[in-house]
């Protein structure tokens, strides 16, 4: 059974500072890793996708990196800002090629200016 | 772009009612799901639909059932709701067989039932 962690599950900042959100996950045969974002109240929105063949991913101030083998990977938020403050999430395929997906539990970000 | 609308944000329901909530993609995306969250649980897949018709049961399937007559509509139905269906409802859209597609997600329905 795939499971999806995500530690700390919160995190209080000065703005400015370099952050990097971690996600581990417990089966290794996905073909592919999304980080969402969740503001209060909200849905969520897709912020990157990792294919299997990749290594990392980037989105402006955004870069993930996957580590399959480890079983890893982090959303690295450069020089970050009030408007970043929000939940974050990963997600991986559930296991045999479902199209269902398996999330962590989220890390809500506050960025203080 | 892709839209998922819900047709509430927010709905205040009785024990007992029986509760609808709708959901609607423009995308003609095959794959709809429904979840719920909730504090310190996550996302939790109650039902998933992979076509017209078809539906699969998720994790917590237990006190809801479903209706897709459309491609583009997936209903989520509490038949007798309790207060401990109180919760934040959220509805996703994916179009099959890709890697590289997500899911788009709905602005949610938060749900309180009395």
């Known amino acids: 059974k795939q499971e999806v962690t995500q530690i700390p599950a919160a995190l209080s900042v000065p703005e400015g500072e370099n952050l990097v959100l971690n996600c581990s996950f417990t089966?290794?045969?996905?073909?592919?890793l999304q980080w969402f974002r969740q503001d209060p109240g909200k849905g969520l929105t897709s912020l990157l996708l990792?294919?299997?063949?990749?290594r990392e991913q980037t989105s402006g101030r955004l870069n993930a990196s996957l580590d399959k083998s480890s079983g890893r990977s982090t959303l690295y938020i450069a020089a970050s800002q009030p408007g970043d403050s929000a939940t974050y999430l990963c997600?991986?395929?559930?296991?045999?090629?479902?199209?269902?997906?398996?999330f962590g539990k989220g890390m809500k970000l506050t960025v203080n200016p | 772009d892709v839209k998922v609308t819900q047709s509430s944000r927010y709905l205040v329901k009785r024990t007992g009612e029986k509760v609808f909530l709708e959901c609607v993609q423009d995308?003609?995306?095959?794959?709809m799901f429904w979840y719920r969250q909730d504090p310190g649980l996550g996302l939790r897949l109650i039902y998933f639909?992979?076509?017209?018709?078809?539906?699969e049961k998720g994790d917590i399937p237990e006190g809801y059932s479903v209706s897709r007559e459309k491609k583009e509509r997936f209903s989520l139905i509490l038949e007798s709701a309790s207060t401990n269906q109180t919760s934040m409802y959220l509805c996703?859209?994916?179009?099959?067989?890709?890697?590289?597609?997500?899911?788009?997600f709905g602005p949610g329905t938060r749900l309180l039932v009395l």
């Open positions: 996703a859209s994916r179009q099959t067989g890709s890697f590289v597609e997500t899911q788009y």
């Open positions: 089966d290794s045969a996905i073909y592919n």
């Open positions: 990792i294919q299997s063949s990749q």
């Open positions: 997600a991986v395929p559930a296991p045999g090629g479902s199209e269902k997906l398996v």
């Open positions: 995308m003609d995306h095959e794959n």
């Open positions: 639909s992979y076509d017209v018709k078809m539906k």
